[in-house]
């Protein structure tokens, strides 16, 4: 009896181990749901899955300065954001390495530019530059209604020392032509006072591809079908057909640095109407927020910088005292076939303001 009890428990632990390595590499699996997380440790990404379409992937590679999602798509398949440096297409820049999908740093950190950091710094700049080291998986959940994930982060110095620990809550819903991120991420001063010292070049941003830019005259530098670097101009093959309105109404590459709400940054990809609404909730700093939103495709919302918005006639130095912490909420709302209007827009701000109005 005592042999059989020692292989039942044997059998029983075995049984254990086997949940939960199956569990860290594809999320839960005793039940199929619409919204899955497929965690890929080798890859160092989880994919994310909404009726067995690619929504996206939570990429933590060495190649990268940071944690990102990438790509972006639409219910329908498009993808929106560009390529470039990871996955290069043509036709798509090649400015701004450190433009890597989805993600949220800052360019003055305690005097670090976590911002601009990529392969590219030369090795004698590397002292002025952050590093925000994906640190683990805390939770995912799989869901017919969202699907969550939430991960640790930490913000280096070039020494190693942590000077932010992050916390983000990632929650991933989805219908037939519309897909929503919620991001909230919580920035913690483990031993050390640090300021936000007011800069343009901020923070939670994506970087959209050759179809959402605006259009333009300029000459610009993209890889041709061949993948090799030429020069054309914006409007070349009518392939830059974007267009910014946000909540307060202004409309074009004029919502730059702007004060709103939200803001909408829509095109045309195949025929089908495709786009980004990026949301600021009220609880944020500095709301609302400036918008850090180029026509070149950079698309971002800056809480933590106003004097280059307003010509130097505001400031903003965000100060985070040791041991304290301060969170960010942002939505992303991806939609396809029909531009969503005011209206439509306005409602979905106020189901998020209430979705995260007190804590979560």
Known sequence: MKQIAIVLSTLFLISCGTTERNSENSGDKKEEKRIRLVRKDADKKVEVYIDEQLLTAYIYPGSIKKPVLFPLLTAS?????????????PW????????????????????????????SIPENRRPHYGTIFHQSIEEIKNGD????????????????????????KYYFRGSENV???????????????????DSKE??????????????????????????????????????????????????????????????RLGTDIDGEKAGIIIMDHP??????????????GLFAANPFGSQAYTRGAETFNFFLPVKESVTLKYRVYIYNEAEPDDSLI???????????GDGE
């Open 77 to 89: 398949g498009k993808t929106l954001t560009r390529g470039f440096p990871l996955d290069p297409q």
């Open 92 to 119: 798509e820049r090649v400015d701004h390495p450190h433009h890597v999908g989805m993600w949220l740093n800052h360019g003055d950190t305690n005097g670090l530019d976590f911002w601009n950091n990529s392969d």
């Open 145 to 168: 209604d969202f699907g969550y994930l939430e991960v640790s982060a930490d913000w280096e110095r070039p020494d190693g020392r942590v000077i932010l620990e992050e916390n983000t």
């Open 179 to 197: 897909r929503t991120i919620d991001r909230i991420t919580t920035l913690t001063a483990p031993d050390l006072n640090v300021l936000f010292k």
């Open 202 to 263: 901020g923070m939670m941003a994506i970087r959209v591809n050759r179809a959402m830019e605006l259009p333009g005259e300029n000459t610009i530098e993209v890889l041709d079908e061949n993948m090799n670097i030429t020069e054309v101009k914006v409007n070349d093959g009518n392939r830059s057909r974007g267009h910014y309105l946000n909540s307060e109404g202004i409309e074009g590459p004029g919502v730059w640095g702007q004060r709103a709400r939200w803001v």
């Open 283 to 296: 609880d944020n700093p500095n709301h609302p927020t400036h918008w850090h939103a180029r026509g070149y």
């Open 346 to 356: 306005n409602t979905e701000y106020e189901n998020f303001v209430k979705m995260f």
